[in-house]
Structures are given as structure tokens and as C-alpha cells.
């Protein structure tokens, strides 16, 4: 290793690790709220309107624990979910801290086991009857307003490998393969922050990467990328650490989406002196600068930025935290120039501002990035080019096929944003977007020609929608059969919101039960065998006839009156709430009907992802607002985005208690 590549190691380490121990990694401190609200920390836009006020619901909610949740809770639970609580519900501490963070996912998982009748379990000396399990499930809707006004603390994360990529390209003009090297994130981990040994040896190779492709070798013209970032050095020696200074003013403006600090300049500029000392040139201590910034946690995290006032629990995110929390989750990219000047402006926080800068980003086709990360999520596409199938069964799996099925969910997405529409467009459209293999599914392969996707109409009331997209169907199917469990379980939590509770330990899947108890039995038939075991049956009857409804269409989305026996399906089924179905397109109606269900499910997704972080009590006061503001207009899914870029939870954090 030469003297030069083991300085620049050294000097990267010693950095990231400074940056984190010595606090220089921007704390969770922000403008003072009270500044601008006069101490008020709660954000007038969720205030409840008519005659009840907020401390109204919060004394009625407050009379709901003690007379109607706790006796429940006493008589039914408590005996497993006391102080040595079984399958992590701590219901005991539920009570005695009804508006904590904690005690709302204790509630929610409460009221999942509760609504499925897992809960009590059967044989328990006290089942409540339905009315009260119904009763218990509303009881619990209120305790949200026992919640304090909180946005929630922001969460530092690591950018993602995509927003890394898409940042170094934006930045420097590198091709976005230069960050292949990095693992893919695991879906459904959440946001990471943190940083692996091995992550930093990655990081640190493709900032040398970065830098080997933009700056010129010794003794050859700059290049254009290398003058604008470097510019030109004074030739007088005694200023020449002034005109460093300012190179690296310049460069972590850039990479840290926001003014570096005048001590963040102080440990760039003694890197700079370093390589002086260790005897490079100029421009190579200028790279030994950058790459310092290239793996500094001011770069590879999305953070906090300014000081607050150590009184302040509550403040406003500033403009330049503002700026790339919008961009990231709107482009998964750093601010553009735009949005840059605005912070620098401070104009941003201008809710204003911050809904014209949304809809532009929106406008982009960079926009798609939007679907990428979030879409993808929420229905579950994401993995679906690497999943397996059997190819004796389904020869047509081809990449190419794989690649439009993705596609097809993420125009719909696209389209549903651009023009729009109401949130119910995703579970019932009269159009989607095919080309020739995935028309093929359709069984209009006669009507679609070429590799271009394109907007079709459709004819087929079972088709249309996220329930009949080959891509979701393929996802919740096997290898090489189809899943009603699967595909019951989705509608149930990424279509409607609901939670599910998980299956319990030790249950054999259909295919390792006994053979000599399925001959002769329909998948369905299968399936329902599930229901007659005590431990599976309350969850099963739950979402199987949902999945069931789903049969006609096999494991990639094409239409079947038969199962691979030759039997004729049975689709039949019914929702939670008793409303029946016997067909694809019946249970798109039914689904449809449900509309403040699916806008709710969305919006929280949503707000969860802009977040990093699951929602907790006062969360879903702010929601509960923000909802009855779209509901106005339909729920229309671009202005549900616009909404939750401009709430107090996106535009606020707690930053102590």
C-alpha cells in the first residue's frame, strides 16, 4: 500500500470516528419553535374543530381507561400480559402509561389478537362475548388522545444505496454503478444508522473511485468537474490555507446538504495540512480533503442541523433538514440548486413554499423514485425479479416479463399521482399499462404489440387495480401454486390496514401435512384445514376467504375458471366485516366501498416512510386531520402527498424528552 492510499485511511477513520465521538455529526437540535408560536409547541393545524376541544377528548378518553378498558383488561388479560407479559404485550404498563409510545403498540397488537378472536385464547377461564371485543376495539381508538402534542424525535439514517448512488451522481457526475459494490438493504429492516467495519472499507473504495474518475492524474489538465469543485489554489504559500478553507466550504455545502460549521471546516483544513506535511501536492491533499467528507457521517446521513434553545422540547426542522427530507423521499436524491436556494434563503419553511417546492418535485420525472422506495414497499413488488419460480410450471417467468409486471404497478402508481386521482383508483381502475409478454397474462396478446409499455383500457371487471395486477399476485404466490393465506394476509394488512397477528410456532404448511389427508381435496379444501385446528382457526377464517376470492387468477396473474385438478374454483368469501363476495370484481366493489379504510392504510404507510419510523399516539391525531381534510377531495392521492409533506410531523421533531 502506498504512503499516500494508507494516509488517506488513516486520516478517514480518524475522521469518522472524531466526527461521531466529539459530536461534530450535527445533535438533534433544531430553530426555536417558540420563536415563531410564542411557546406554544402544538401545531394549530391539528387543533380538533367544533364543539369538543382537545382537552375534551383527552378528559373523555381518559374516563374510557379507567372505566371501560381497565376492568376489560383486568378481567381478560392481564393474567398473561401482566408484569411478565407473554408475546411481548405488556398490557400492565399499557395502563399505567396510556400515552407513551410503547403503550400504543401494546394496545395495537391488543386490538389485532382481540378483533381476530385469538385473544383470549380458547379454553380461557373468561371470553368476552363479540359486543365487547367490538366495544374493547372502539375503547381503544380514543386512548390516541391521551398522547402530548409530539412530532416524534427525527431519525438519523443512512442513505440508502440508492439515494447514495443517485448523490454522488447529482454531485459529481459518476455513473450511479460506482456504488454496486454496496449489499442491497434487506426489505422491511427499516432505516439503518449505522456502520458496519465492512461498509467503511466499502465507502472508502468508492470515494477513492470518485475521486480517480473526476480529478486528473499528475501532470494532466484539470478536468471541467475537478475545476469547479477545486477551482484554483493562491499562489502565494501564505494564503494558500485560506484558499482551502473555502475549497472545503464549498465541497460540504454540497455533500452535507447544508453550511458546514466553522469546526467542521477546522478538521477539514488540518487534513489538508496533513498531506502537505506527508509531502503531496496540493491537489492531492485536496483529495485527501474530500475523501475525508466522502465518508464522513455528515455525507452518509441524513441528520439534524442547527442549535436549539436547550428549553425548547419541540422545534420546527430548519430549512436546509427540511429541504433534503423532501428531496430524499421525493426523488431519493439531494436538494436540487432550487431547493438549495430556498434554504439559503430560509424561505422553505414557508408552508407556501414548502407545497409549490412538492408539487414540482412531483411534476419531475425524478418523481418515480417515489414508487421506487415507497411503492414498491407497500405492495410488496420490490423483491419480485429475484423470487423464485418453478420454470416447468411457468417457462414465461423471463426477466423481461418480471420487468414489465414491476413496471405495470409503478405507472399505475405514477399515473394515479400525476392526474390526481382518489386513493380507490388503486383497487378499482378501468385502465392499466401493458406491453406484449405481460398483455400475454391478460389474454390480449391480439391487441397489445411490442416490448413499449402503454396505457390499455380495460373490459374486464376483474381486472383493474392492484387485486388483479399480475405483480401482486405473483408475489403472494409459491413457486409453483398460488396462496390464499398469502394473498388473504396482503388485502388484509397492505390493502386495508389491518393488523395480523403471526401464526403461531410448530404449524406445518399444506405441503408438509400428512399426504394421506389431502388426497382428494382442492386447494381451498387444504386451505381450510387450517380452520379446524383451534390454534390456526380464528386467524384463518379471517384471511382465507379473502385469499379465496383471489383463486381465479394463478400464481403470475392469469385468468382460470379451473385449479390445476380440473375443478371448477369457488371464489367465494366474505371481508371482517360480513360484507360477502364471489368473484374478483365483487370483492374489488366491496373494497371499494371501504374508501376511508384504504385512504387511512395509505396514509399512514406513508407517513411512517417519510418518517423512518413506526407511528405512535399522537401521530394519529395529526392523521385522524389530515384525513378529514382529503376526505373533502376524495381522497386524491396527490394531495394526501402534499398534506403529509406539510404536517407538523414532517415539518417538526422532538428534540428531548
Known amino acids: 500500500m502506498s504512503r499516500q492510499a494508507e494516509l488517506v485511511r488513516r486520516t478517514s477513520a480518524v475522521l469518522l470516528a472524531c466526527n461521531l465521538i466529539a459530536g461534530l455529526l450535527p445533535g438533534v437540535e433544531a430553530v426555536a419553535l417558540a420563536q415563531e408560536q410564542g411557546n406554544d409547541s402544538r401545531d394549530p393545524a391539528v ?3 367544533g ?3 382537545e382537552a375534551e377528548l383527552q378528559a373523555d378518553a381518559q374516563k374510557v381507561l379507567k372505566k371501560k378498558v381497565e376492568p376489560f383488561v383486568k378481567k381478560y388479560c392481564l393474567e398473561c400480559h401482566g408484569t411478565r407479559p407473554e408475546a411481548g404485550i405488556n398490557l400492565k404498563s399499557a395502563l399505567d402509561t396510556p400515552g407513551a409510545a410503547s403503550s400504543f403498540l401494546h394496545w395495537k397488537k391488543a386490538v389485532a389478537s382481540v378483533k381476530v378472536h385469538d385473544m383470549p385464547p380458547d379454553g380461557a377461564d373468561k371470553i368476552p362475548t363479540d359486543d365487547e371485543r367490538l366495544q374493547f376495539i372502539e375503547w381503544i381508538g380514543q386512548l390516541k388522545h391521551l398522547a402530548s402534542p409530539d412530532p416524534g424525535h427525527f431519525v438519523i439514517r ?5 439515494e447514495y448512488a443517485n448523490t454522488l451522481h447529482d454531485l ?3 455513473d450511479r454503478s460506482i456504488a454496486d459494490s454496496l449489499p442491497d438493504e434487506v426489505v422491511g429492516e427499516g432505516y439503518l444508522n449505522s456502520i458496519s467495519p465492512l461498509q467503511s472499507e466499502l465507502f472508502l473504495d468508492i470515494a477513492n473511485k470518485v475521486i480517480e474518475q473526476v480529478v486528473a492524474r499528475e501532470g494532466q489538465p484539470p478536468t471541467e468537474v475537478q475545476k469547479r469543485l477545486f477551482g484554483e489554489l493562491p499562489a502565494n504559500a501564505a494564503d494558500v490555507l485560506d484558499g482551502a478553507r473555502e475549497v472545503a466550504r464549498s465541497l460540504a455545502r454540497d455533500a452535507y446538504r447544508r453550511p458546514p460549521t466553522e469546526a467542521e471546516l477546522d478538521v477539514l483544513v488540518g487534513i489538508f495540512k496533513l498531506g502537505r506535511e506527508n509531502k503531496l501536492s496540493d491537489t492531492a491533499s485536496l483529495n485527501l480533503m474530500w475523501k475525508a467528507i466522502l465518508v464522513s457521517p455528515q455525507f452518509l446521513f441524513i441528520t439534524p442541523a442547527a442549535d436549539v434553545d436547550p ?21 431519493s436524491a439531494p436538494p436540487d440548486a432550487e431547493l438549495s436556494g430556498l434554504a439559503d434563503a430560509g424561505e422553505l419553511r414557508k408552508p407556501e413554499v414548502l407545497k409549490a417546492q412538492a408539487e414540482r418535485l412531483l411534476e419531475h420525472s425524478r418523481s418515480r423514485a417515489l414508487f421506487d422506495g415507497f411503492g414498491a414497499q407497500w405492495l410488496g413488488v420490490a423483491g ?3 423470487q423464485t419460480f418453478d420454470p416447468n410450471v411457468f417457462p414465461q417467468m423471463t426477466p423481461a416479463l418480471r420487468t414489465a409486471m414491476v413496471d405495470e404497478a409503478r405507472l399505475l402508481f405514477e399515473n394515479i399521482v400525476r392526474e390526481n386521482q382518489t386513493v380507490v383508483r388503486f383497487v378499482d381502475s378501468d385502465y392499466t399499462f401493458l406491453n406484449e409478454p405481460l398483455a400475454a397474462l391478460y389474454g390480449m396478446e391480439d391487441s397489445v404489440h411490442g416490448p413499449a409499455m402503454r396505457r390499455v383500457k380495460l373490459e374486464d371487471p376483474n381486472r383493474g387495480g392492484i387485486l388483479g395486477m399480475p405483480a401482486t399476485l405473483a408475489t403472494t404466490s409459491f413457486p409453483n401454486r398460488t396462496s390464499p393465506v398469502k394473498r388473504g394476509v396482503w388485502v388484509l394488512e397492505q390493502v386495508l390496514g389491518e393488523r395480523v397477528p403471526p401464526p403461531p410456532p410448530n404449524v406445518p404448511a399444506l405441503e408438509d401435512q400428512k399426504q394421506k389427508d389431502l388426497e382428494g381435496l382442492t386447494l381451498r379444501q387444504r386451505t381450510e384445514l387450517h380452520q379446524s385446528d383451534p390454534t390456526c382457526a380464528n386467524c384463518h377464517k379471517v384471511f382465507d ?8 387468477f394463478d400464481a403470475i396473474g392469469r385468468w382460470r375458471d379451473t385449479d390445476d385438478a380440473g375443478v371448477a374454483i369457488d371464489s367465494a368469501g366474505k371481508l371482517p366485516g360480513g360484507e360477502s363476495f364471489s368473484s374478483p370484481a365483487d370483492l374489488k366493489n366491496v ?5 376511508a379504510d384504504l385512504a387511512r392504510n395509505l396514509v399512514q404507510r406513508l407517513m411512517a416512510y417519510a418518517l423512518g419510523r413506526q407511528l405512535e399516539g399522537y401521530d394519529e391525531i395529526v392523521i385522524d386531520q389530515l384525513l378529514a381534510r382529503t376526505a373533502q377531495e376524495d381522497y386524491r392521492m396527490r394531495t394526501i402527498i402534499i398534506e403529509v409533506v406539510t404536517s407538523y410531523l414532517f415539518t417538526h421533531r422532538t428534540v428531548k424528552g
Not at 311 to 326: F, G, M, N, T
Not at 545 to 552: D, Q, S, Y
Open 545 to 552: 376467504p379473502i385469499g379465496f376470492g383471489l383463486e381465479n
Open 311 to 331: 428549553d425548547d422540547s419541540i422545534v420546527p426542522l430548519d430549512d436546509y433538514q427540511l429541504a433534503s427530507r423532501l428531496s430524499y423521499l421525493l426523488w
Open 51 to 53: 364543539p369538543r376541544s
Open 47 to 49: 387543533q380538533v374543530d
Open 172 to 174: 459529481y457526475g459518476v
Open 158 to 162: 443512512r442513505l440508502s444505496k440508492v
Open 591 to 595: 373494497l371499494s366501498r371501504r374508501k
Open 384 to 386: 419480485l425479479e429475484d
